[in-house]
């Protein structure tokens, strides 16, 4: 199937600890990027890469550390967790286009819980 | 940066009628504007968008206006079935240029059709 795929879907861990989020697409695209999603369901960007190079860091802490070994991957690495970070984390993907305009594909989510 | 409003934020129907969600932006540099259904459990999912150089856009069931002079783009459902139940995002892009297709989005509607 061709997809945007995250692993794990859940993810349940301690405050303090350093966990990682994995983001795989085999679209072909060349943008990836990571939304977090609060409680109430609001959608904001934290991090976008076009081929393998980081464009948009919108003012995330920097406990979040993303990583693009190619162009296919775009992963999450979070250290020092805190509860705030508790929400669901959803990777997208965007093709390459001579327009100006892209449409995004988003994977299934991937579900914090920091206790 | 951009500024999406969405509403309402909740919206229940009986199946078979139409369901209206409206959405306002205020960067008049926005020219794409997708749609996003994200049923429980799961990512935002594509169903329709729309670009400045249209007015409307239909497909099957779902329709999409856009008025650029007032800024405010509204999605349509006709004859709403059970199937239809989710969040609704509405979301405003500048295009890939130096922003990458950043989207900003719309705080999102549950609409509920009951059978």
């Known amino acids: 199937d061709t997809a945007v795929s995250q692993t794990p879907k859940y993810l349940v861990t301690q405050m303090g600890n350093d966990k990682s989020i994995k983001c795989e697409q085999n679209?072909?695209?060349?943008?990836m990027y990571w939304y977090k999603q609060d409680s109430k369901k609001f959608l904001k960007i934290m991090f976008s890469?076009?081929?393998?190079?980081?464009?948009i860091n919108e003012t995330v802490p920097n406990r979040f550390s993303p990583k693009s070994p190619d162009k296919a991957h775009l992963n999450l690495h979070i250290n020092s967790l805190e509860l705030g970070d508790s929400a669901v984390y959803f990777c997208?993907?965007?093709?390459?286009?001579?327009?100006?305009?892209?449409?995004?594909?988003f994977g299934p989510g991937t579900r914090l819980t920091v206790t | 940066g951009e500024n999406v409003e969405q509403h309402p934020s909740t919206l229940s129907v009986q199946e078979g009628d139409s369901a209206v969600i409206k959405c306002t932006y205020s960067?008049?540099?926005?020219?794409?504007f997708p749609w996003y259904k994200q049923e429980l459990g799961k990512g935002p999912q594509l169903i329709i968008d729309?670009?400045?150089?249209?007015g409307e856009k239909k497909d099957q069931r779902i329709a999409v206006t856009l008025n650029k002079t007032a800024k405010h783009f509204s999605l349509h459902i006709t004859e709403t079935q059970p199937e239809d139940s989710a969040v609704y995002f509405c979301?405003?892009?500048?295009?890939?240029?130096?922003?990458?297709?950043?989207?900003?989005f719309g705080r999102g509607t549950q609409l509920t059709v009951w059978p």
């Open positions: 679209l072909g695209h060349d943008t």
């Open positions: 960067d008049s540099a926005s020219n794409y």
């Open positions: 890469y076009n081929n393998k190079e980081l464009i």
């Open positions: 997208a993907s965007s093709h390459k286009s001579d327009f100006l305009l892209d449409e995004q594909y």
């Open positions: 979301a405003a892009s500048k295009g890939r240029g130096s922003t990458l297709g950043r989207l900003y």
């Open positions: 729309i670009r400045s150089n249209v």
